[in-house]
């Protein structure tokens, strides 16, 4: 096997959001990848979460467990026409080999690195955060309503920003990497 093999996940669409998720895994390499599929795939950055409840992801053929936050995710990012491409450690690696957890540990940088995109997956949240994501998207970067947004008084909007900031996913020490290394960051929450 190639010392730079991966293997990543594709996401199968959906007409509902409610559907089952259903995946297939791709063998493929950080080698293979610099040719013509390079940055075909989307890195995902989140928060394992709890241990418990675990739901049933269809991935080939047969069911695999997942953690809660990670089919919320899934959910997230599946398309309704086309599939999806990602890099997820928890499905991508096989956690039950101690070998192939710490190679692919050792290989994350070159993974972040050559993804077309990270998504960081915030989490579920409640509607006053979503409404501030879509207030801030609505916003055009750099702009007089982006300002008014982001520095708007408001104990509101101020409130959303403080349960924002402490979400989590800010606790996790890997996404240093994951950000320095993305070319292009996407912060998501669903």
Same mark, same amino acid.
């Given at each position: !096997? $190639?010392?730079?093999?991966?293997?990543?996940?594709? &996401?199968? !669409?959906? !007409?509902?959001f409610s559907a089952p998720v259903c995946c297939e895994l791709i063998n493929t390499s950080i080698t293979r990848l610099r040719g013509k599929l390079r940055r075909s795939y989307i890195a995902g950055s989140?928060?394992?979460?709890? =241990?418990?409840?675990? #739901?049933? @992801?269809?991935?080939?053929?047969?069911?695999?467990?997942?953690?809660?936050?990670? @089919?919320?995710?899934?959910?997230?990012?599946?398309?309704?026409?086309?599939? $999806?491409?990602?890099?997820?450690?928890?499905?991508?690696?096989? /956690?039950?080999?101690?070998?192939?957890?710490?190679? /692919?540990?050792?290989?994350?940088?070159?993974?972040?690195?050559?993804?077309?995109?990270?998504?960081?997956?915030?989490?579920?949240?409640?509607?006053?955060?979503?409404?501030?994501?879509?207030?801030?998207?609505?916003?055009?970067?750099?702009?007089?309503?982006?300002?008014?947004?982001?520095?708007?008084?408001?104990?509101?909007? +101020?409130?959303?920003?403080?349960?924002?900031?402490? =979400? $989590?996913?800010?606790?996790? &020490?890997?996404?240093?990497? $994951? #950000?320095?290394?993305?070319?292009?960051?996407? +912060?998501?929450?669903?």
């Open positions: !096997p $190639e010392n730079d093999a991966i293997r990543l996940l594709r &996401v199968l !669409p959906a !007409p509902l989140y928060v394992w979460g709890a =241990a418990t409840p675990l #739901f049933a @992801l269809r991935i080939d053929n047969g069911v695999l467990p997942v953690r809660d936050n990670l @089919l919320h995710f899934l959910r997230a990012v599946r398309s309704r026409f086309g599939t $999806e491409v990602l890099w997820v450690d928890a499905l991508c690696i096989n /956690q039950d080999s101690v070998q192939e957890r710490n190679h /692919q540990v050792s290989m994350m940088g070159n993974i972040y690195r050559n993804a077309k995109c990270v998504y960081c997956w915030l989490g579920t949240w409640k509607a006053d955060i979503i409404s501030l994501f879509h207030r801030v998207q609505r916003a055009q970067f750099g702009s007089k309503t982006m300002r008014m947004v982001l520095s708007n008084n408001d104990e509101h909007v +101020l409130h959303e920003l403080r349960m924002l900031a402490q =979400a $989590e996913y800010w606790t996790r &020490v890997w996404i240093v990497q $994951e #950000f320095v290394l993305a070319r292009e960051l996407w +912060l998501l929450c669903g």
